[in-house]
């Protein structure tokens, strides 16, 4: 679905770029953010189809923040695809019951983090609405 709209939330700036470059490289429109409260200012002007969510974040962590836009009906429909270095055992199930629509672990898989992408947007009725 080129020209849809990620925002990518992530403390490490090495993250930010690889997932940058990837989904960029596909067509997708990428904003990149350190923070959940960066995050909370570039999504109302941004307008994102979906998010690829860091759980581990300074401050307020990427659950809560899901959290947070799933209450918010201006916000519910944005799929959010959790993403974490720490799998732990009730990761994934932790992030589905925080609202997340999907899970990706890291390291992230170069090969396949777009097709993933893209699986999601289908099914999201932003994307049905924008199309």
Same mark, same amino acid.
């Given at each position: 679905? /080129? $020209?849809?709209?990620?925002?990518? !939330? @992530?403390?490490?700036?090495?993250?930010?770029?690889? !997932?940058?470059?990837?989904?960029?490289?596909?067509?997708? @429109?990428?904003?990149?953010?350190?923070?959940?409260?960066? %995050?909370?200012?570039?999504? +109302?002007?941004?307008? /994102?189809?979906?998010?690829?969510?860091?759980?581990?974040?300074?401050?307020?962590?990427?659950?809560?923040?899901?959290?947070?836009?799933? %209450?918010? /009906? &201006?916000?519910? @429909?944005?799929?959010?695809?959790? !993403?974490? &270095?720490?799998?732990?055992? $009730?990761?994934? @199930?932790?992030?589905? %019951?925080?609202?997340?629509?999907?899970? !990706? &672990?890291? /390291?992230?898989?170069?090969?396949?983090? +777009?097709?993933?992408? &893209?699986?999601?947007?289908?099914?999201?009725?932003?994307?049905?609405?924008?199309?």
């Amino acid at each position: 679905m /080129p $020209g849809e709209r990620i925002l990518v !939330v @992530d403390d490490n700036p090495i993250n930010l770029k690889l !997932v940058r470059i990837l989904l960029v490289s596909e067509g997708f @429109d990428v904003r990149a953010v350190l923070d959940a409260e960066e %995050a909370l200012t570039a999504i +109302p002007e941004f307008d /994102p189809s979906l998010i690829l969510m860091d759980i581990q974040l300074p401050g307020m962590d990427g659950l809560e923040l899901t959290r947070r836009l799933k %209450a918010d /009906p &201006s916000t519910r @429909d944005i799929v959010i695809l959790a !993403v974490t &270095s720490y799998a732990m055992k $009730g990761d994934r @199930d932790r992030a589905l %019951a925080a609202g997340c629509d999907g899970y !990706v &672990s890291k /390291p992230i898989e170069t090969e396949t983090l +777009p097709g993933i992408v &893209s699986l999601h947007l289908s099914h999201s009725p932003r994307g049905e609405a924008r199309a």
